[in-house]
Every structure is written in structure tokens, then in C-alpha cells.
């Protein structure tokens, strides 16, 4: 069975750092894209960064460019995202993502992972 399980999430001040790690099982971890979404209250889910199946090719939204860096390690079938210089707007439930796109068959396999809270506040 897909499982994406999201860790790391907490209270922090602003100006600190965390380190969110999603575990992943069930399918090749290997040869899909994997992502990192944030969704705040009364906001809609927007895309904070991703990374291609073999971790050369990443991509980030403008808010957080600079201060999150996405990796993963195939490995160990997880991905991480490190979120420094955090700030208030940082706030969310953060969410991980599996995807892969088979052209060929115009395909798209999807997974996600059940969230963890972020919380930036002094």
C-alpha cells in the first residue's frame, strides 16, 4: 500500500529553522517527482518546492526562494525539505507529493501524504 508520511513540523520562532522529512512506501519511490505543498487557513494549497526523480532538477515558489531547499535521497525513499529564516506567512499545514507522468500513455500517477502542521509565531 502508498504511504507518504510527513515528520518535523512544530512551533518555531521566527528566524528559526526546521526540517520537515516524508517517508515514502509502496511504490518506486525512485521514478517519481516528489513535492512539497503548504495550505493555510483560508488560503489555497500552493506548491512550495520540487524535485525531480533524480534529484538534479529543483523548483521553488518565489516566497520561499532562498530560505527552503528540497532533496531527497532515494535511498532511503524519503524526501526532505529545509526551511530556514522562517516567518510568520510560513504558516501551514505542509503537505508531501508523489507524481509521476507516463507520456507515452498519458498517464499521471499521484500520491499524497496526510500533512504537518507548521507554526511560526513568537
Known amino acids: 500500500q502508498v504511504q507518504l508520511v510527513e515528520s518535523g513540523g512544530g512551533l518555531v520562532l521566527p528566524g528559526g529553522s526546521l526540517r520537515l522529512s516524508c517517508a515514502a512506501s509502496?511504490?518506486?519511490?525512485?521514478?517519481?517527482?516528489m513535492s512539497w505543498y503548504r495550505q493555510a487557513p483560508g488560503k489555497e494549497r500552493e506548491l512550495v518546492a520540487g524535485?525531480?526523480?533524480?534529484?538534479?532538477?529543483?523548483t521553488y515558489a518565489d516566497s520561499v526562494k532562498g530560505r527552503f531547499t528540497i532533496s531527497r535521497d532515494n535511498g532511503k525513499n524519503t524526501v526532505y525539505l529545509q526551511m530556514n529564516s522562517l516567518i510568520p506567512e510560513d504558516t501551514a499545514v505542509y503537505y508531501c507529493?508523489?507524481?509521476?507522468?507516463?507520456?507515452?500513455?498519458?498517464?499521471?500517477?499521484?500520491?499524497w501524504g496526510q500533512g504537518t502542521q507548521v507554526t511560526v509565531s513568537s
Open positions: 507529493n508523489a507524481l509521476n507522468i507516463v507520456l507515452a500513455s498519458v498517464s499521471k500517477y499521484e500520491y
Open positions: 509502496g511504490f518506486t519511490f525512485s521514478t517519481y517527482a
Open positions: 524535485i525531480n526523480s533524480e534529484g538534479g532538477i529543483t
